[in-house]
């Protein structure tokens, strides 16, 4: 009976080493664009994460007027405000519609990365701070929160250094630059307010793409939402208190609050 069994065990393990290999050789097509539509997507949200965090350095403003001035003359775009929507929105509706063709064309790794997501589920549910103003702050919360805290720092020490070497090759009365100064840091204040407002036009509601594709929690994704906002509408304060603070060292406070453009906005 062993002797009858062993051919037809070899002649089936024959069988499944040539169906694996006959499924296997035109898997590498499927495996590759798979690799494509990853490496896309995560080297232009680097690039435009990178792009926006060194946006205060010369280089890279100097960059973007060269590229605002080529897209403009050539008809690309239309303006300033075209040139700033394409730069800081086009990567990612770039990124949601790759997204959205890596979900439906690879079902199956959205399926298998939920069953197999134990370092990353490790990283949402482990507890960094627990007592604390923000409640309980996961690891990769944690990190998020450091990384926006770092690009803030960051913006707002270069921004100062810039102003002020600007300022100090003007001749102007010393009182008159302090005011200057707190002028230039409340318009950088509010430039930085921009940027951490782009990041909350990224979709956290339940069948966003873009969450289904990195596999972030809802409930994470609302607290993310809800921290930016906050930390957003703290940076815009700070950025009408300096320029408040200012008209009013100038004596100006009630001719600017007055004023038409102020007016305007308002209604």
Not at 48 to 66: D, L
Not at 67 to 82: N, V
Not at 238 to 251: D, E, R
Request: net charge positive; with cysteine; aromatic share 14%.
């Amino acid at each position: 009976m062993t002797q009858e069994r062993e051919p037809l065990l070899q002649q089936n393990g024959g069988v499944g080493n040539a169906a694996a290999g006959s499924k296997g050789s035109p898997a590498v097509l499927p495996s590759l664009a798979r690799s494509v539509l990853k490496f896309l997507m995560w080297a232009v949200f680097l690039t435009w994460a990178a792009g926006i965090f060194f946006y205060p350095t010369a280089p890279v403003q100097t960059a973007f007027r060269k590229w605002a001035d080529i897209t403009s003359t050539e008809g690309l775009i239309t303006g300033l405000t075209g040139t700033v929507f394409l730069f800081f929105s086009g990567p990612i509706l770039l990124i949601a519609a790759l997204a959205y063709v890596y979900i439906f064309a690879f079902p199956g790794d959205h399926v298998q990365k939920k069953k197999l997501r134990s370092l990353s589920f490790r990283l949402w549910t482990f507890p960094v701070l627990v007592d604390g103003p923000l409640g309980v702050v996961s690891a990769v919360e944690f990190i998020g929160i450091v990384l926006f805290i770092v690009y803030i720092v960051f913006s707002m020490t270069y921004y100062v250094v810039d102003s002020v070497s600007f300022i100090s090759k003007a001749h102007l009365p010393p009182t008159t630059r302090s005011e200057l100064l707190l002028a230039l840091i409340g318009l950088r204040f509010g430039s930085v307010g921009l940027f951490c407002m782009i990041f909350l036009f990224l979709p956290v509601s339940r069948g966003s793409v873009l969450l289904r594709l990195i596999d972030i929690p809802f409930e994470h994704a609302t607290r993310y939402h809800v921290w930016l906002g906050h930390l957003t509408m703290a940076l815009f304060t700070l950025h009408g208190l300096c320029y408040v603070i200012s008209w009013s060292l100038l004596g100006r406070l009630i001719e600017e609050v007055s004023s038409k453009n102020i007016q305007n906005n308002l209604e």
